[in-house]
């Protein structure tokens, strides 16, 4: 069973960093994605940033953040990394590790989550 374990959220002050990080562990044939959702109170779920393990590591990034996070990878690990700076109250959310992956070899690719990881941005 595979299993997403983020860590590294808190409270922050605005014009701070923080880095965030998500490690699959279980039964993992093949990722081919891995990103960060985040989910402020009363809003949907939005892509924050993505990276291919593909295709050379392309990289996505929501325009609000373009600039201020840095997506990255530990391939050796199956571990992704959300490096976040220059964080306002606006980023202030429950953020999510997500996963697109291929538990098993015959296996169909599926999206996996963490639990969620808070970012409080507050002065």
């Known amino acids: 069973q595979v299993q997403l374990v983020e860590s590294g959220g808190g409270l922050v002050q605005p014009g701070g960093s923080l880095r965030l990080s998500c490690a699959a562990s279980g039964s993992i044939f093949r990722i081919a994605t891995m990103g960060w959702f985040r989910q402020a109170p009363g809003k949907q779920r939005d892509l924050v940033a993505r990276i291919s393990m593909v295709s050379g590591g392309s990289t996505y990034y929501a325009d609000s953040v373009k600039g201020r996070f840095t997506i990255s990878r530990d391939n050796a690990k199956n571990t992704v990394f959300l490096q976040m700076n220059s964080l306002t109250p606006e980023d202030t959310a429950a953020y999510y590790c997500?996963?697109?992956?291929?538990?098993?070899?015959?296996?169909?690719?599926?999206?996996?989550w963490g639990q969620g990881t808070q970012v409080t941005v507050s002065s």
């Open positions: 997500n996963m697109y992956l291929a538990p098993e070899k015959n296996s169909d690719f599926r999206n996996y």
